[in-house]
């Protein structure tokens, strides 16, 4: 790669053999450059600009992503360049797999919906049943109560009273029978009755007496046993079926939550069936990608152009992936990385001037428009350990035309020299760490000691140890012994950053340039 040295060495040869020339064969009128090959010192405005190489970007960028969750297969990819229009077919990913989940989750759905429904259903059928059951049971409950009450109301006094009655009876009974025995001994003796007669009452007395005691008895069997045992049955038949009622409605809770339980997770199934189909079929709608707008088709993004070589058929991209980007050619900047020494030469607003490679007989016009705050370390694996800064000039127009990813030079005017004093730059040697100049006088050439200041391409500022209208020589001349080691000027002795050597550009890049003077 050609350095700054050789360049300007090339050039200071050229335009030495060139004035030879001229001044040999008697042409030019020596006004610009006088015969001998010397040249006025001039003053006026010295353009100064910093050179550097980048890479083309879009600005306003569309960019199509995938938006099908996962990874999935590219089945077709418009070719690279084709221009498209709003709604065009761009890309179609492979949808077998996807919809072979469609087809079985819709037929899943019919399934689970036929067991909802019957799950329902049994809800349905268990609640009319609980109702039934409840009612019953509390029917039961209402039954015993109103037994117990007619024992206690009705049975039992009723009880009672037949049982004194019959008490009351028998001793009536037994008080007539044992008067009529009384006469019967003195009845008998006189013949009134007959012996089986006086047996007959004899026995009547006895059975009145015995059903006496029987009536008595009944009685106090009933208050010991009869009545308590008939108050604790209708009392446990009122608690039995109290617990009936309770019993009931429990089992009548159990079994219907169990049945929504199970509505519930049917109806969870179907509703995650449902959400994966809709997302399925969202899916299978975003495989075919249309292009939202129009424009040129780029593969990736340009903005990381290596990621340009993983789109093609066949390859997976993943969810939100760049694969296409349609570039807006109105709205296209160029990325350059300036070198740290130089980044303080540069602000946002600065006019550049940038050339493409593609596009190599435009020149378009721009300004710098972002330069980072931060350094970007070099590339330590291969040695470089120069920090650079990022930069983006943008490009003026609306018919660019250009391919995002492709190589660039950028031109940035950093300053304007004003009223300075200014030579080319092979007037100026340099040896033992001074610069010289050789004026051209009448009595021959003499060595003089210059101070230095800033360059372009083909001119230096001379801040001391000239003046304006004198004459340098653009050679070294034969008369001047070479006394020290010769070496080419470089603009840094002068104590302000001047164009570095082009091996520490930011890119590998020229550096700072300039286009010429412009005389005041």
């Given at each position: 790669?050609?350095?700054?040295?050789?360049?300007?060495?090339?050039?200071?040869?050229?335009?030495?053999?060139?004035?030879?020339?001229?001044?040999?064969?008697?042409?030019?009128?020596?006004?610009?450059?006088?015969?001998?090959?010397?040249?006025?010192?001039?003053?006026?405005?010295?353009?100064?600009?910093?050179?550097?190489?980048?890479?083309?970007?879009?600005?306003?960028?569309?960019?199509?992503?995938?938006?099908?969750?996962?990874?999935?297969?590219?089945?077709?990819?418009?070719?690279?360049?084709?221009?498209?229009?709003?709604?065009?077919?761009?890309?179609?990913?492979?949808?077998?797999?996807?919809?072979?989940?469609?087809?079985?989750?819709?037929?899943?759905?019919?399934?689970?919906?036929?067991?909802?429904?019957?799950?329902?259903?049994?809800?349905?059928?268990?609640?009319?049943?609980?109702?039934?059951?409840?009612?019953?049971?509390?029917?039961?409950?209402?039954?015993?109560?109103?037994?117990?009450?007619?024992?206690?109301?009705?049975?039992?006094?009723?009880?009672?009273?037949?049982?004194?009655?019959?008490?009351?009876?028998?001793?009536?009974?037994?008080?007539?029978?044992?008067?009529?025995?009384?006469?019967?001994?003195?009845?008998?003796?006189?013949?009134?009755?007959?012996?089986?007669?006086?047996?007959?009452?004899?026995?009547?007395?006895?059975?009145?007496?015995?059903?006496?005691?029987?009536?008595?008895?009944?009685?106090?069997?009933?208050?010991?046993?009869?009545?308590?045992?008939?108050?604790?049955?209708?009392?446990?038949?009122?608690?039995?079926?109290?617990?009936?009622?309770?019993?009931?409605?429990?089992?009548?809770?159990?079994?219907?939550?169990?049945?929504?339980?199970?509505?519930?997770?049917?109806?969870?199934?179907?509703?995650?069936?449902?959400?994966e189909l809709e997302r399925e079929l969202y899916d299978i709608e975003r495989m075919t990608i249309v292009a939202p707008s129009g424009g040129v088709v780029f593969y990736g993004n340009p903005d990381r152009s290596w990621e340009a070589?993983?789109?093609?058929?066949?390859?997976?991209?993943?969810?939100?992936?760049v694969i296409l980007t349609l570039p807006d050619p109105a709205e296209m900047a160029v990325s350059i990385n300036v070198h740290e020494a130089d980044i303080d030469k540069i602000a946002e607003g600065m006019s550049a001037v940038t050339?493409?490679?593609?596009?190599?007989?435009?020149?378009?016009?721009?300004?710098?428009?972002?330069?980072?705050?931060?350094?970007?370390?070099?590339?330590?694996?291969?040695?470089?350990?120069?920090?650079?800064?990022?930069?983006?000039?943008?490009?003026?127009?609306?018919?660019?035309?250009?391919?995002?990813?492709?190589?660039?030079?950028?031109?940035?005017?950093?300053?304007?020299?004003?009223?300075?004093?200014?030579?080319?730059?092979?007037?100026?040697?340099?040896?033992?760490?001074?610069?010289?100049?050789?004026?051209?006088?009448?009595?021959?050439?003499?060595?003089?000691?210059?101070?230095?200041?800033?360059?372009?391409?083909?001119?230096?500022?001379?801040?001391?140890?000239?003046?304006?209208?004198?004459?340098?020589?653009?050679?070294?001349?034969?008369?001047?012994?070479?006394?020290?080691?010769?070496?080419?000027?470089?603009?840094?002795?002068?104590?302000?950053?001047?164009?570095?050597?082009?091996?520490?550009?930011?890119?590998?890049?020229?550096?700072?340039?300039?286009?010429?003077?412009?005389?005041?």
């Open positions: 790669k050609m350095t700054n040295r050789t360049k300007m060495a090339f050039g200071a040869g050229g335009l030495l053999l060139l004035m030879i020339l001229i001044w040999t064969f008697g042409g030019g009128d020596g006004t610009d450059t006088p015969s001998g090959g010397s040249t006025p010192v001039r003053r006026g405005t010295l353009k100064v600009t910093l050179t550097e190489r980048g890479t083309l970007k879009t600005r306003n960028a569309v960019h199509i992503r995938s938006a099908v969750k996962g990874r999935t297969a590219i089945e077709w990819l418009i070719e690279e360049g084709t221009r498209v229009e709003t709604g065009d077919v761009v890309v179609e990913l492979e949808k077998e797999e996807t919809q072979r989940r469609i087809d079985d989750l819709e037929d899943n759905l019919i399934g689970f919906e036929i067991e909802l429904n019957s799950s329902r259903t049994e809800v349905a059928i268990q609640t009319e049943q609980n109702k039934t059951d409840s009612e019953k049971a509390q029917l039961a409950l209402e039954v015993a109560q109103v037994e117990r009450e007619k024992l206690m109301a009705g049975d039992i006094p009723k009880e009672e009273r037949r049982l004194d009655l019959s008490i009351e009876k028998a001793e009536s009974e037994l008080s007539r029978a044992e008067g009529l025995w009384e006469d019967m001994p003195q009845m008998l003796e006189k013949g009134f009755v007959t012996q089986d007669e006086f047996e007959q009452e004899r026995i009547n007395l006895k059975e009145k007496r015995e059903g006496l005691v029987t009536a008595k008895q009944e009685r106090e069997l009933y208050k010991v046993f009869e009545k308590p045992l008939s108050l604790k049955q209708k009392h446990a038949a009122v608690t039995e079926a109290q617990r009936g009622v309770e019993r009931v409605a429990k089992q009548a809770e159990t079994k219907m939550g169990s049945l929504l339980v199970k509505v519930s997770q049917d109806e969870r199934r179907l509703q995650e069936s449902q959400e070589e993983d789109i093609k058929v066949g390859e997976n991209v993943y969810f939100n992936r050339r493409s490679d593609v596009q190599k007989d435009r020149v378009f016009h721009g300004e710098v428009i972002k330069i980072d705050s931060v350094a970007n370390a070099g590339n330590r694996r291969w040695g470089d350990q120069i920090r650079r800064f990022k930069v983006e000039v943008s490009l003026q127009g609306n018919d660019l035309e250009l391919k995002p990813g492709t190589s660039a030079e950028v031109e940035i005017h950093t300053a304007d020299l004003e009223d300075i004093l200014y030579v080319p730059l092979q007037a100026v040697h340099a040896a033992a760490g001074k610069y010289y100049c050789f004026l051209d006088g009448a009595s021959g050439s003499a060595r003089t000691e210059v101070t230095v200041g800033r360059s372009n391409d083909s001119f230096l500022e001379i801040i001391d140890g000239l003046e304006e209208g004198q004459h340098v020589l653009l050679y070294k001349p034969d008369s001047v012994t070479n006394s020290v080691v010769e070496e080419s000027p470089s603009p840094q002795s002068s104590g302000e950053r001047g164009s570095r050597p082009r091996g520490e550009s930011g890119n590998g890049n020229r550096g700072s340039r300039g286009r010429g003077p412009t005389s005041p």
